[in-house]
């Protein structure tokens, strides 16, 4: 089963420099990109050894794809290719936990994490917006981290502002600062966050999804990255049904 991480979040919150950054990192993993725009992306040229209708093959092993009409036929094409990971781009106004969820259930694939970039600097105007308000909300629910971009543009006391109106909106959800709208891979790309929970999906042990997904959420605390420690703590036991 080939792990497969969502990366979503509002319009400019930095999707695409991060989808870059982990194209062009030097982390030794052969990733299958699935982007909405080749152009956004702004691949190095130097990385890429072919382009082919609508696939970039980089010299590093990596490759992108764009979705052009189903999801479906997207991950076949990568899936063929035999990739370490799949990471899927939600486009800015797409519900990630939808994609998540058609992903899980994709033959040869196995959801890992849906990640969420969120900007600091317009988050909250954004989800007090009567027109888009609900959407984000919908994408700070799906996250299993939130990645905090844009931190640079605000002060550490309105950043602190942020991380606690966060907590008290998103069942707890790991949250981690972005430096210069990157991430390390091993951050991203099979964090286990969802190896037990994928298992529930599918009805291994029987547990509701929703009460899995609180527990999940309850059993991670928040922390900003930092390369001497793991993003994540708490309990792994599995839930009792009690």
Known sequence: MIPLTVIGGYLGAGKTTLINSLLSAGHGR????????????????DLIVRHDGDTIALSNGCVC??????LGTALDKVIALGPD????????????????????????????????????????NRAGD????????????AGDILLLSKTDLISRQELRGVRG????????SPMVELRHGSAPADLLLETGMLSILSKLIVGRWGFPLDRVRRWA????????????????????DIPSQE
């Open 30 to 45: 052969r990733l299958a990109v699935l982007v909405n725009d080749f152009g956004a992306v702004n691949i190095d040229r």
């Open 217 to 236: 959420r309850n059993n991670f605390g928040t922390a900003a990255y930092h390369p001497e420690r793991r993003y994540m703590r708490g309990k792994r």
């Open 165 to 172: 109106w966060l907590a008290a909106r998103t069942l707890k």
């Open 65 to 70: 794809c764009s979705i052009t009409d189903a």
């Open 85 to 124: 990971n799949i990471v899927i781009e939600a486009s800015g106004v797409a519900d990630p936990a939808k994609i998540a969820y058609y992903g899980q259930g994709w033959p040869g694939v196995q959801l890992d994490a849906v990640a969420v970039l969120v900007d600091a600097a317009s988050i909250r």
């Open 130 to 141: 009567k027109f888009v308000g609900e959407l984000v909300q919908r994408q700070l629910d």
